[in-house]
C-alpha cells in the first residue's frame, strides 16, 4: 500500500507520501511517490501516486517526455492547475486503456489515483485527486485535505485538528503525524517518507524533507507523540457509569430490508 | 457499517460496540450490536455482531431459542468459552448455508463476523473474533484487542497505547475514545454506543453504559480530547527540514513484477 496525503490551507499546501511498495508481503521494496515538477519563480507543480505501479509510473514517463520534447501542452505550458490535472488525467486514460483489457483477464487490479497540488503564477493553490477513471476532485476550505493509497489510519487525527485555516507550518506537522499513525497500523506502509510544504505566492518549494527508517526526529516525534496521548488519557475524566441502558429485549427493532441489511 | 472492539487486559474484559445499521445512505436505523448472555456468578458472556444483519439476528434468534428450551448445549451449559465459540460458529455456519444461494444469486453480501468475549468460572478470561466461515482468532497478550467492522479509524489509537496491562478502567476509556474517532471519520458508524466493563474473577458485568446521542460525558470527552491534541501538536517539536533527501533521479529503482505491483 501506499499513503499519501495532501493538504490545502490558506497559506500553502503541503504534500507527502511514504515510499513502500508491496506486490504481496514477500515483494516489498521502496520507491518514491511524490514528485516535484516545479519551475521555480513560475509554477509549482507537484504529484503523489497510488495504486498500480506499471500504470503510475508509465503515466509518469510520459509526462516527463512532453517536457523533455517541449511540446506544446506540457507541465511546463498549461495554464492554470485545473488544465494541469485535466492532462495528467487524460495521460492516465491513455496508460489504462493500454493495459487494462491485459490485467483484466488475470484479475489483476489496474486501479490507481493521483493527488495533483501547486501554484501557477496568476492562480491561487489548487489541490486535486485524481481517480483511476481520470475524473478528479479538488480541496475546499470544507475539506482542505486529500488522501489517496491507505487513508483510514491517517484521517482520523486530521478530522479532528485541522482546518483550512491552520497554518501551514502546522499543517505539515500534522501530514507527518498522519503518515506515522499510518506507518504504525499498517506494515505495509513505510519510509522513507516525503514532505513538501509550499507557501502561497512564493512559486517555489519552501520545504522539503526525506525521513528515512529510523530518522532521530521521526522517532524523537513519535516519542512525544505518544507521550502526549498517553497524558491525555490519563487526565481523561473518568467514565460516568450511572446513566440508564436499554437492555437487550427494549431495543427498537424497526422494519428493514433484510436481504440488504448491513450493520 | 458497525465497529465492535473487545479488549483483553491482565484485569478484564471490554466490549464496546455502536449501534448504527445502514442498507444504503438512505436507510439507516438503530440496531444494538452487543448482547449479554452472562449467568451473574457462573458465566459472563458478551456477543457483539457486525455484518450483513439478517443473519447476525438468525444466529442470535438460534442461541436464545437453545437457551429458552433449555438444550443440553446452550450458552449458559458449554463448560468454557472454547466451546461457546464453537457453537457460536456452528450457529453461524448453520444460518449462513442456508441463506447464502439466495444472497449469492444477487451479489447480495452475506459476510458477517462476531466478538465474544467473557469468562466462565474455572477458567480465565477469553476474547475471540468469529469470521463469516465460521472459524475464529484469540486474543493474545501481544495483541489484546480484536476489532469488527468498520476497523481502522479506531486502530491508531489503539496501536499507539494499548497493552496488555492496561488497567480495565482505563481500557473502557481507550475503547470510547476509539469508537469516537470512528464515529467522526465515518458518519455509517453512529451512536447510541454499548459500554461493557468486566472484571477478572468478578463473574457478573462490572459496568455497563448506553452513550446516546449528544450525551453530555460523551460530548465532554470529545471536547476534552480534541483540546488535548491540540495541545500536543503545539507542543509538538517543529519539523527540521534539513536533511539530506533524494532527488527524483536518484531514487533506487529495483526489478518487481510489474503487472502485480501496487504501492
Not at 479532528?160 to 501551514?168: A, E, I, N, S
Amino acid at each position: 500500500m501506499t499513503y499519501c496525503l495532501g493538504i490545502l490551507t490558506t497559506s500553502g499546501l503541503v504534500m507527502a507520501a511514504d515510499s513502500r511498495t508491496n506486490a504481496g508481503v514477500d515483494y516489498i521494496s521502496t520507491y518514491q511517490k511524490l514528485f516535484d515538477f516545479s519551475v521555480p519563480g513560475e509554477r509549482v507543480i507537484v504529484i503523489c501516486t497510488a495504486g498500480n505501479l506499471s500504470i503510475t509510473q508509465e503515466v509518469l514517463t510520459l509526462i516527463r517526455r512532453d517536457l523533455k520534447g517541449q511540446l506544446e501542452h506540457s507541465l511546463n505550458t498549461l495554464p492554470n492547475m485545473y488544465e494541469v490535472v485535466r492532462y495528467v488525467g487524460s495521460k492516465l486514460r491513455e496508460v489504462s486503456d493500454t493495459h487494462r483489457p491485459w490485467l483484466s483477464k488475470d484479475n489483476i487490479d489496474h486501479q490507481c489515483t493521483f493527488l495533483v497540488g501547486g501554484q501557477i503564477r496568476g492562480e491561487e493553490p489548487f489541490l486535486y485527486l485524481i481517480y483511476s477513471q481520470g475524473n478528479f476532485l479538488q480541496a475546499t476550505p470544507e475539506t482542505p485535505f486529500l488522501q489517496i493509497g491507505e487513508t483510514k489510519y491517517g484521517k482520523p487525527i486530521l478530522d479532528r485538528t485541522l482546518r483550512f485555516d491552520t497554518p501551514v507550518d502546522a499543517a505539515a506537522k500534522y501530514a507527518l503525524l498522519s503518515l506515522d499513525s499510518t506507518m504504525k497500523s499498517n506494515i505495509s506502509v513505510g519510509p522513507p517518507l516525503d514532505l513538501i510544504m509550499y507557501r502561497t505566492n512564493s512559486f517555489e518549494i519552501g520545504h522539503r524533507a526525506e525521513f528515512v527508517l529510523g530518522d532521530p526526529f521521526l522517532v524523537k516525534v513519535r516519542k512525544f507523540w505518544e507521550a502526549s496521548l498517553r497524558r491525555a488519557f490519563e487526565e481523561m475524566p473518568d467514565i460516568e457509569w450511572n446513566r440508564s441502558h436499554s437492555s437487550p429485549s427494549s431495543s427498537l427493532v424497526l422494519p428493514v430490508p433484510d436481504a440488504i441489511a448491513t450493520d
